[in-house]
Nanobody
Framework: QVRLVESGGGSVQPGGSLKLSCAASGFSFDNYCMAWFRQAPGKEREGVAIISSGDSATYTDSVKGRFTISKDIPRNTLYLQMNELKPEDSDMYYC?????????????????WGHGTHVTVSS
């Protein structure tokens, strides 16, 4: 059974850092496209960062230079290092996995999702 479990969310002041983790089980994601999404109440879920099976990473413009996506294959764990956090980064963050095409738009079908971890950036 495929399972994705996010952790590492919490409250932080503007300018601070958090590192999110996503532990995967039930599959080996060295052949998967992995991504982080986020969603605020009443808004659409948006892609934040994506990393291909070949370790090519892509970021949405608002987080470029501040966030870093990475993965640990032996631990089957995906990470999102978030630095210089801003209040507008406050959201529920989800990790997702899929095989095949590796782009944010493809995650709306044939994908696995975690239940999310909440990030609050506030002074």
């Amino acid at each position: 059974q495929v399972r994705l479990v996010e952790s590492g969310g919490g409250s932080v002041q503007p300018g601070g850092s958090l590192k999110l983790s996503c532990a995967a089980s039930g599959f080996s994601f060295d052949n998967y496209c992995m991504a982080w999404f986020r969603q605020a109440p009443g808004k659409e879920r948006e892609g934040v960062a994506i990393i291909s099976s070949g370790d090519s990473a892509t970021y949405t413009d608002s987080v470029k230079g501040r966030f870093t996506i990475s993965k640990d294959i032996p631990r089957n764990t995906l990470y999102l290092q978030m630095n210089e956090l801003k209040p507008e980064d406050s959201d529920m963050y989800y990790c997702a996995a899929r095989r095949g095409a590796c782009s944010f738009n493809f995650f709306w079908k044939d994908s696995y999702w975690g239940h999310g971890t909440h990030v609050t950036v506030s002074s």
